[in-house]
């Protein structure tokens, strides 16, 4: 979607700025919101892709003004709702008011090791890649209403393919469809001009992770 999340090559937002010695946690409650992920992920209620497009529905002004873990713990809120685990009278008191929904499993100390594994997003495919190292192709002008991992500045231009990246699951088709409709992956490197115009520099390369959907040859 086009949201206030896809910033690349935006002005007026400033320097990135590395904060020395940064903690783990600025706040008590963000590492709190990090257990929150994983128990909430672990009941299976949705994914990464999803939870990805749930941050990306966020108000601007919202989304603008909260923080890393700030924006994971609104996401949640509406997640909760959204999946029926909980409703806006249950967040407004803090504590449960009815009965708990069923769900698939509940994470234990014992499912810890699972939890906080990464499972592959390989998938097998029953046919070959469209395009190889070294192809020309150009990226689809796509304004799609749900999520997608295409960002905007890369959008009808023209890249070379790098890499190959193997077959994975498809984040649009996950949180659109609700399948994975596993696609190739490609690495595509674009010229900086090409991004953004002759004044950009001459010596800068782009890489963009991108999916077979994305592309047409050039």
Not at 87 to 111: F, S, Y
Request: aromatic share 12%; hydrophobic share 40%.
């Amino acid at each position: 979607m086009n949201g206030v999340h896809d910033m690349g090559g935006m002005h007026g937002f400033g320097k990135i700025v590395t904060e020395p010695n940064e903690p783990i946690f600025h706040e008590p409650w963000e590492g709190r919101v990090l257990a929150m992920n994983f128990a909430l992920f672990y009941l299976g209620q949705w994914n990464m892709d999803i939870s990805r497009y749930w941050i990306e529905k966020l108000p601007a002004a919202l989304y603008l003004s909260a923080s890393y873990y700030g924006k994971w713990h609104f996401s949640f809120e509406e997640m909760a709702q959204h999946y029926g685990l909980v409703d806006a009278n249950e967040l407004a008191a803090g504590h449960a008011l009815r009965a708990p929904k069923p769900v698939q499993r509940i994470m234990t100390k014992a499912d810890l090791n699972f939890a906080f594994s990464r499972r592959s997003p390989t998938r097998p495919s029953a046919s070959a890649p469209l395009f190889g190292p070294g192809d020309r192709v150009r990226t689809k002008n796509i304004n799609p209403a749900s999520h997608t991992r295409l960002p905007r500045y890369a959008r009808d231009r023209i890249g070379t393919v790098e890499a190959v990246r193997g077959c994975h699951v498809y984040p649009d088709a996950v949180v659109s469809e609700g399948s994975e409709i596993p696609q190739w992956l490609y690495t595509v490197v674009f010229d900086a001009r090409t991004l953004w115009g002759e004044e950009s520099d001459p010596t800068v390369r782009v890489s963009v992770e991108a999916f077979e959907p994305y592309l047409v040859a050039a």
